[in-house]
């Protein structure tokens, strides 16, 4: 019995993120309905300017979790498949899906864009760094 590569984890940890995203969105979109804010015309192209803020929000974010993780989710597998995990790049994993985690409460809840930019940015510092470590085991790789 194999044990799992550690990289896995914040990957699959994203990935039930965007699908908690992606569940939201219906929920939404139905309460709005029933409420008689909008009607199915209201999303024939996207999302009209009747949609309400709620429903609004949790399509944007899961577009935001559509964007940049693509870049993560290359990088991981990357690391996964030359095995150049090592012991900083499961860690920066982790604080790149938790940062995530922190804009998508941020977009979704209370919705502050100064808050929401803070974890936008060092999310994406995190990942930056991230594939920098990533070249930098493979192209110089480290003496067993």
Known sequence: ????????????????????????????????????QVTARDFALGESERVPPEAR???????????????????????YVTQATGSFLVPLAWLYVALRLVHSVIHIGYNNVYHRLGAYAASNVVLLVFWIALFRMLLVPMPL
């Open 1 to 36: 019995m194999s044990s799992t590569n550690p990289m896995l984890y914040p990957v699959a940890a994203l990935g039930a993120l965007t699908f908690c995203v992606l569940v939201l969105i219906p929920f939404q979109r139905f309460r709005a309905a029933a409420r008689h």
């Open 57 to 79: 929000l949790a399509n944007r974010n899961l577009m935001n979790l559509l964007e940049m993780p693509v870049l993560f989710y290359v990088a991981c597998l990357t690391a």
